[in-house]
C-alpha cells in the first residue's frame, strides 16, 4: 500500500505550549489529507480536511484557531496544536486517499501520541 | 451527514472459530467500505473493502458482504487465530467539499483465545 509517515510519533510537552505534527505522503502526491483525532479505546473522529493551496475544512465542534492546519506542499500537510491543554491529550492520525485528490482508499500514517502535562 | 453503527463492540472467540463484525449506516449515497484493523498504539490497517457495485469480497479467511438495500455490511473472519486480536473498524465514505471522506463506527474489539 501507499507509504505515510508522520512526525514527531510522540510529544510530551508543558500545557500552554504549541505543538506541529508533520504528516507527508511519501510515494505519491496528495492534494487532500485528513487529520483524526483518537482517544482511548475510542474509534477515529475525523477533525479537519487539509486542502492543499487553500483553506483546511474543520468538522463541527473543532476550533479551526485552536488546530491550525497548512498543506504546502503535495507531500505535507501539517496540524498545529496551539496552546495545548492537558485534554488536547490524545492520540493524532493522518490519513491521505491514494488518488490524491479525495478519493476513496486512505492510508494512515503511524499516528501521533500527544501528552500534555 | 453519515452515521455508522457497530456491533458488537467487544467480540471474544475461541482459535479456529469464526468471528463476525455488523455494521449499519445511514447516507444511501455511500458507496464504499473499508475495514480497518488496528493493534494497539499503531496505526488503522486497512485490510479489506467492499464497493457499491459488489455484493461481497472475500480474500483468504476475510470476506466482507454487503446490502446496500438494507444499508449494512459485515466482516467474516473464519478460523480465526491469536494474532487477528486487534480493534476492527468499519467505514463509510461519503463527501465533503474536498472530496469523499470516512466516517467509522465505533470499533469492535476482538480476542481470540488460543
Known amino acids: 500500500g501507499a507509504v505515510v509517515s508522520q512526525h514527531p510519533s510522540w510529544v510530551i510537552c508543558k500545557s500552554g505550549t504549541s505543538v506541529k505534527i508533520e504528516c507527508r505522503s511519501l510515494?505519491?502526491?496528495?492534494?487532500?489529507m485528513f487529520w483524526y483525532r483518537q482517544f482511548p479505546k475510542q474509534s477515529l473522529m475525523l477533525m479537519a480536511t487539509?486542502?492543499?493551496?487553500?483553506?483546511?475544512?474543520?468538522e463541527q465542534g473543532v476550533e479551526k484557531d485552536k488546530f491550525l492546519i497548512n498543506h504546502a506542499s503535495l507531500t505535507l500537510s501539517t496540524l498545529t496544536v496551539t496552546s495545548a491543554h492537558p485534554e488536547d491529550s490524545s492520540f493524532y492520525i493522518c490519513?491521505?486517499?491514494?488518488?490524491?485528490?479525495?478519493?476513496?482508499?486512505?492510508?494512515f500514517g503511524p499516528g501521533t501520541r500527544l501528552l500534555v502535562l | 451527514g453519515e452515521n455508522v453503527e457497530q456491533h458488537p463492540s467487544t467480540l471474544s472467540v475461541q482459535e479456529g472459530d469464526s468471528a463476525v463484525i455488523k455494521c449499519t449506516y445511514s447516507d444511501s449515497a455511500s458507496n464504499y467500505f473499508p475495514w480497518y484493523k488496528q493493534e494497539l498504539g499503531k496505526r488503522p490497517q486497512l485490510i479489506i473493502d467492499?464497493?457499491?457495485?459488489?455484493g461481497e469480497k472475500k480474500d483468504q479467511r476475510i470476506a466482507v458482504t454487503l446490502n446496500k438495500t438494507a444499508k449494512h455490511f459485515s466482516l467474516h473472519i473464519t478460523e480465526t487465530q491469536p494474532e487477528d486480536s486487534a480493534v476492527y473498524f468499519c467505514a463509510a465514505s461519503g463527501s465533503n467539499n474536498a472530496g469523499n471522506m470516512l466516517t467509522f463506527g465505533g470499533g469492535t474489539r476482538l480476542m481470540v483465545k488460543p
Open positions: 510515494d505519491f502526491q496528495a492534494t487532500t
Open positions: 467492499i464497493r457499491s457495485n459488489v
Open positions: 487539509s486542502n492543499e493551496g487553500s483553506k483546511a475544512t474543520y
Open positions: 490519513s491521505a486517499p491514494t488518488s490524491g485528490q479525495g478519493g476513496e482508499t486512505q492510508y
